[in-house]
């Protein structure tokens, strides 16, 4: 397919895997957050808003010794994790979505409570005027008021996904087939003296996605506001 | 049943090309993670199932063996390399006369706080008398391979890098070779691991075979130094 | 029943206000801008928070309840549509428990002309078009009680006149009280039960319109509004050739143009006080149609120059708003017979 | 002068209206909800592009211009302040280039009852304030014309007189002519020099408010309003113990409540053909003060069952409604001489 | 100052300086971009966002490859601007900077694009309704009316930029005091066997950075809401 090895093809296929499931599961917490820091006071704000946003500020190397240490085979989590449920992250592209997962985050959630700080408390005040419960305004106004902030932040989440490497390369190693996504992928070609072109095509890959992934975004964002007769 | 799986081998990135090429020699397909001998030395501890470590430094190696003694089944130091001096524009100079005559260039190194690649550049500089001239013209990469590129790209001037990178590497030229007797010997060190308390059996056999005549071969066309067992 | 007791202070204004709105009907608040209608109606239900106030619905109180627990139906001055949500999905929305005794939901978007605009966005609206969707979307939402801000400020007078009844029928017939604000002396003459003046935050006073807009004491307050008479009168007859029907009250027969009443139905009246004319005999020769019989009561000053006439005519009490001038030079005083005229034009139901 | 064809389609309404407005003065567009007046405007201001109008602004064709190249002085809807921005901040936006003629800021702030305000965020408004400010802010920008979509729509009766007054100085004093939409007649009588009527995107007729009003023609859209008279008349004295000032025209005197212009001062009085009584002879022990004599011009049929009786009074000519009835029981015919009887309090300045 | 060594102190420093220049002179360009994005429709305007948004999916290393290949010495960007104005981001805290920029720059368009495009095109219809030019109007009415979500962008490119590594460590090096900024040393001490220690500190004085920085933008954003009296 598109003249591409098979390794590379791996890479594409386990990315845009990881990033998925990264992003299709992130979007629920990151949405709640969102919305606990858009409308509601609570003690511990600060400090939760400062935990969220630590992925952004650390470098992603340290994220990912720290996702070792706590998510590891031997971590406290992750042991318990194992114990109760069965779950392992080691060194699968489990690991490797948490990784991505963790990273998205705050950009995530910053989007969104962007986007649901715009939404006019008066429709909301409204809604309950009429009955809906504060869980039926969230759902019927707050959100598709808010929809085309959410897609957007949906997808800058999955875009930053996919670009995920050094908390991956950190927490889940480079197994190809198993954990190594595409950016990985890359990083081993330029550690090939004649890896360059297959390096310069994962490049262009990512690029592509990349491209495509804004795109759609911004389609959708656009449809949204049709929807809301903006434009 | 777990003897039939192919071997999981972690390795120093700076091994990624020659490995790949042995293990095809072989006709086994090894799962490979190559990263940097730090990371995977980490990953190991915390229970990566791993059955080969290949360090490319052996400090980690030895942090391993302190941290988690109880998986090795056996090791082996079996490969050395050398430093080069690697330039982007082509020189006719010894590198002292290099370093000491020019005013603004820099040469990229391996972090020497780190990695094993700079911890060797600065035992040598400092042997050449060189080491307190150059500290502020150092560029210190995250990796050798980085530190390549700079002077691949013409970003810096000069680079010390390992010989096994710069014999294969396109658009720079060498300088010289450092002399071994100036920097401690670069030794890439294997373990053999347990998973689960047992041994794979095909890792055995490439863990036994890294220095076989074939492979011998192959390392030396990457430009590494076998060592005798 | 809805019993508040309201106080919130804003940086500009204090609001201290309690009244009690009719059980059934229509209860308006009538002020002038500024003067914390919309904060009142906001505090009623539950959109803003003020710790000091009370608000007892039917016996309940309500005041820690939450917004959706109050069983409001609101129509905001700014209409407030789901800009997301088509018309028809905006007059789905309201969610209070199902009643027994709701509006026909065909019946409310035809009499309110909204059938053809059911499948737009609420941008796609022009100005009325927006207002009338609220207040169906108020009036569909099961509401145990309207609260209505200013509804048909941007309607003309041809839709105003037809939604008018609809409201009125929904607050006695499908006993949900509203609770309106407006500034239309018009709409609380026509519509309301109980009048509540307030100004600056404070309550004023309150009365059926009728006794407020003769009360001198407000007459202020209602200067350049139209006080007036509302008669209990029974459909006569209709009188075809001249577009004329009959009405019959304790007073006497008032021709009016014609309306669709059946013969025998009973309707409100509205005579303005300053569309009577006092006469000592009956003229001839003379235009207006309507001549009844009344005796004077008494006299109350609107101000320095113009005044009430408080009359008797059957057994109902009606004023006309006269000069002194024509006081003086009729020389009406109390006990004095007299005629009321009124043209027949300028009566409208 | 702004000469306008608009020709705009949309999914629901398709207009198509040419018209000119007044050089000095007020032109009114006067129609039902929905029937794309604030389109009209929005295309006029050039908020709605649309290829195929055209706008001609004192003879300049401003069809392609930029919005902000048009000079107009746009008040909306609904408000539109910039949420940001304090009252003040509001009213000095406006950024057109400095004209000659231009209403004296305080003067306006005054008038509009908005000093108070002028440090407050438009969130912290009501809904009348904050349509006095738009209102203000647009008065203010030094705009060439001004176009207003409803500005008084939620305001009460007593600040509606007070700035009707106003908004015609604007337009004629400062020479800064408005095209005024409203649904309310009593501000079209009081405000405009030109009607137009729309409905349904078509122009239906336009012309002076009084030729209109008693046209058959348009009886049907404008029924249910008050047409009305409009005298020219001069204050001839001040009776301060009846509270009455007596104007004079060409038909003879006029009292009514006392006014503040000053003897001598020329005014526009409006007298409602409902609110005139026709008699064939001066009757007496009657309450109303003026008594006009008339002469019988013609009559016209607003209905099956009501009439405008047109007449001449003095050099003017005025309108009375009546019901056929009436016009057939007093025998009015043409040339009739006969007296027309107004009662002091239904007149307003 | 706090037990903070000479070596955290430089690398504390020089982190502030890179990340509040690389933020504030990618401000316009963001602002210029996610207003050009948001309200209008122009050729190129697919290739341009993917371009924007590249450095969002791709490994940070190979962007900072990239900035190697184009702003280094020999790069074709990078000799040109030294031919012309002697400007050099060989080695230094301005190729950190631009580093960091770089990797920010999507960030803060999307964020500032999301917030443009809140603003109610009506309130931009009355001020030029009003006379405003298309200018003034954005300058008078689009920026204040979006000020929360700019302010928000802002605090997000900064942390971006405090936290960036792989472009930077791959573009300028580690070298102490010139373009070693707070994650560099972090990650140094993280792969220096006995580093614990220090990587501990370091660690935490990111985290607090991150915490004051998303706070200040917090109260930002807040205050820019009380502005508009949203709440
Ligand atoms: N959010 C607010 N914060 C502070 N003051 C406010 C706020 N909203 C309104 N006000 C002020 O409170 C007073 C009452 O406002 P309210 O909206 O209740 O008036 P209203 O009677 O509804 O007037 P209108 O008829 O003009 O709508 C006004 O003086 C207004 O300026
Ligand atoms: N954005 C829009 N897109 C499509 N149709 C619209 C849009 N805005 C208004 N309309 C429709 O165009 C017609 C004219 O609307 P317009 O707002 O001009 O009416 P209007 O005369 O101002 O009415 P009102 O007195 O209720 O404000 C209406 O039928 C309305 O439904
Ligand atoms: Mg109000
Ligand atoms: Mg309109």
Redesign the interface.
């Known amino acids: 397919m598109f003249g591409l090895s098979e390794f590379e093809l791996a890479a594409l296929g386990l990315s845009l895997k990881i990033a998925l499931i990264a992003t299709l599961l992130t979007l629920p917490l990151a949405l709640i957050l969102a919305w606990l820091f858009a409308r509601c006071q609570f003690k511990g704000r600060n400090l939760l808003l400062g935990i969220v946003h630590l992925p952004l500020v650390m470098p992603p190397v340290v994220i990912g010794l720290f996702l070792l240490t706590a998510f590891g085979k031997q971590g406290y989590i992750g042991s318990w994790l194992y114990d109760l449920f069965g779950i392992s992250f080691a060194f699968n592209w489990k690991g490797a979505a948490l990784a991505a997962a963790v990273m998205a985050l705050p950009l995530m959630v910053r989007s969104i409570q962007l986007a649901i700080e715009n939404v006019p408390t008066?429709?909301e005040?409204?809604?309950?005027?009429?009955?809906?419960?504060?869980l039926?305004t969230f759902f019927?106004?707050t959100i598709?008021?808010s929809?085309s902030g959410i897609a957007g932040a949906t997808i800058l989440g999955f875009a930053r996904s996919l670009g995920e490497f050094g908390a991956t390369i950190t927490f889940v190693s480079n197994i190809p087939g198993k954990t190594q996504t595409l950016p990985l992928a890359l990083y081993t070609m330029t550690q090939v003296p004649d890896g360059e072109a297959s390096a310069y095509r994962l490049a262009i890959i990512s690029a592509v996605l990349a491209l495509l992934a804004i795109i759609a975004s911004e389609i959708m964002a656009r449809k949204a506001r049709q929807?809301?007769?903006?434009s | 049943a777990k003897a039939e799986t192919p071997p999981t081998v972690f390795a120093a990135a700076s091994l990624t090309a020659a490995l790949d090429e042995i293990a095809q020699s072989k006709k086994i397909k090894p799962q490979f993670s190559f990263a940097s001998s730090g990371a995977l030395a980490r990953q190991i501890a915390s229970g990566a199932p791993a059955d080969i470590f290949i360090s490319a430094n052996i400090k980690w190696a030895d942090w391993l063996k302190t941290t988690t003694s109880d998986i090795i089944v056996n090791e082996k130091t079996f490969l050395s390399n050398s430093l080069a001096v690697v330039s982007y524009q082509p020189q006719t100079q010894t590198i002292k006369k290099l370093f000491q005559n020019e005013n603004d260039f820099f040469v990229a190194i391996g972090d020497p706080t780190h990695t094993p690649a700079g911890i060797y550049a600065k035992q040598s500089l400092e042997y050449l008398n060189l080491w307190k001239e150059l500290t502020n013209k150092l560029a210190p990469s995250s990796n050798v391979r980085a530190a390549l590129y700079l002077v691949q790209s013409g970003a810096a001037d000069y680079g010390i890098v390992y010989k096994s990178d710069a014999l294969n590497a396109q658009n720079i030229h060498l300088v010289d070779i450092l002399p071994k007797n100036s920097h401690e010997p670069i030794l890439y060190q294997a373990l053999l691991l347990k998973q689960d308390n047992q041994i794979n059996a095909k890792a055995t056999s490439l863990f036994d075979n890294l220095s076989d005549t074939d492979a011998i071969t192959i390392w030396k066309k990457f430009g590494f130094q076998p060592l005798k067992n | 029943m809805l019993d508040v007791m309201i106080k919130s202070a804003r940086?500009?204004i204090e609001i201290d206000a309690s009244f009690k709105c009719v059980q059934e009907g229509i209860t308006t608040l009538f002020?002038?801008?500024?003067s914390g209608?919309?904060?009142i109606l906001n505090v009623i239900?539950?959109?803003d928070r003020s710790e000091s106030s009370k608000i007892i619905l039917n016996n309940l109180d309500i005041t820690k309840r939450?917004?959706?627990a109050?069983?409001?139906?609101?129509v905001?001055?700014?209409n407030?549509l789901?800009?997301?949500m088509t018309v028809k999905q905006n007059l789905s929305?309201?969610?209070?428990?199902a009643r027994s005794n709701t509006p026909n939901r065909n019946e409310v978007i035809d009499l309110l002309d909204i059938r053809?605009l059911l499948n737009?966005?609420?941008?796609?609206l022009?100005?009325?078009?927006g207002q009338?969707v609220a207040i169906a979307?108020?009036l569909l939402?099961?509401?145990e009680m309207l609260l209505m801000?200013?509804p048909l400020?941007?309607?003309?007078?041809?839709?105003k006149?037809e939604i008018m009844p609809l409201l009125r029928r929904i607050a006695t017939d499908f006993k949900c009280p509203i609770l309106y604000v407006s500034?239309s002396?018009d709409e609380v003459c026509q519509l309301s039960d109980k009048l509540i003046l307030i100004n600056n935050g404070k309550i004023l006073g309150s009365g059926s319109p009728q006794d407020m807009m003769t009360n001198p004491k407000y007459a202020d307050q209602l200067?350049?509004?139209d006080a007036g008479n509302l008669l209990n009168v029974v459909v006569k007859s209709h009188?075809h050739e001249?577009?004329?029907t009959n009405l019959e009250f304790s007073g006497g027969i008032i021709?009016v143009?014609?309306i669709k009443d059946e013969v025998g139905s009973f309707i409100r009246l509205r005579i303005r006080a300053?569309?009577i004319?006092?006469?000592?005999?009956i003229?001839?020769?003379?235009?207006?149609?309507i001549r009844l019989p009344a005796t004077v009561n008494y006299i109350t000053d609107v101000?320095?120059?113009?005044s009430y006439v408080h009359v008797t005519c059957g057994t109902e009490v009606m004023i006309?708003?006269?000069?002194?001038?024509?006081?003086?030079s009729?020389g009406?005083e109390k006990n004095k017979p007299i005629f009321c005229?009124v043209?027949?034009?300028?009566l409208e139901n």
Do not use: M, W
């Open positions: 008066k429709l005040k409204a809604a309950r005027s009429l009955g809906s419960s504060s039926k019927t106004i598709p008021l929809i929807q809301l007769g903006k | 940086q500009s002020g002038p801008s500024g209608k919309s904060t239900a539950g959109l939450p917004t959706e109050r069983r409001f139906g609101y905001f001055q700014d407030c789901f800009p997301h929305y309201g969610s209070h428990p053809h737009r966005k609420p941008s796609k022009s100005g009325g078009e009338r979307r108020a939402s099961n509401a801000d200013e400020s941007s309607l003309d007078n041809k839709l006149k500034h002396f200067d350049g509004f009188d001249f577009g004329l021709p143009p014609l300053r569309d004319t006092l006469a000592t005999s003229p001839t020769g003379i235009s207006t149609l101000n320095q120059t113009h006309i708003h006269l000069t002194r001038k024509s006081i003086q009729l009406i005229l043209k027949s034009v300028t």
